[in-house]
Structures are given as structure tokens and as C-alpha cells.
């Protein structure tokens, strides 16, 4: 069983921290595949990680549909 299931919906991010880089990655995350994934995984707590995870437009959706127990953000969206 996996403890902790980190799922980054987006890196983008509405801050640029002099020590974090994060925000330039433009890796484009499959909604759809997170949500499969994580359904066919067996895990204890799940958390919304990021960037800015509330700057996915489709955070509701993975909410949901996962149970997440946790959304790691910066309070600023």
C-alpha cells in the first residue's frame, strides 16, 4: 500500500520564488490518466501538490472523484 499519493494536476504557479524553478516546466498533465490511476491504486491519504494545484481548471473534478485529503497551496489563486 503507498502512504502518501502526491498528484500534481498542474506546475503552473502564480509565484516566482527566487528558489524554485517549478513553474517553468511545461509538462501537460492527462486528467482523465490521473484519475484512472489513482482508482486503480491502493493508497492511504492522497494530496493535491503542484505548482499551484487550484490553477488546474479541472481540480473540482479530480476532488471529486479521488478522496483527497489534502490540497498543498499557496492560499494566493
Excluded: V
Aim: charged residues 20%; positive net charge.
Amino acid at each position: 500500500m503507498i502512504s502518501k499519493l502526491y498528484i500534481i494536476p498542474t506546475y503552473k504557479c502564480n509565484l516566482r520564488c527566487p528558489h524554485c524553478t517549478i513553474y517553468q516546466r511545461t509538462d501537460i498533465q492527462d486528467i482523465d490518466k490521473i484519475i484512472q490511476t489513482a482508482q486503480s491504486l491502493n493508497y492511504g491519504t492522497a494530496i493535491l501538490f503542484g505548482g499551484e494545484p487550484l490553477l488546474c481548471k479541472d481540480y473540482p473534478r479530480l476532488i471529486e472523484k479521488i478522496h483527497i485529503q489534502s490540497i498543498s497551496t499557496n492560499l494566493l489563486t
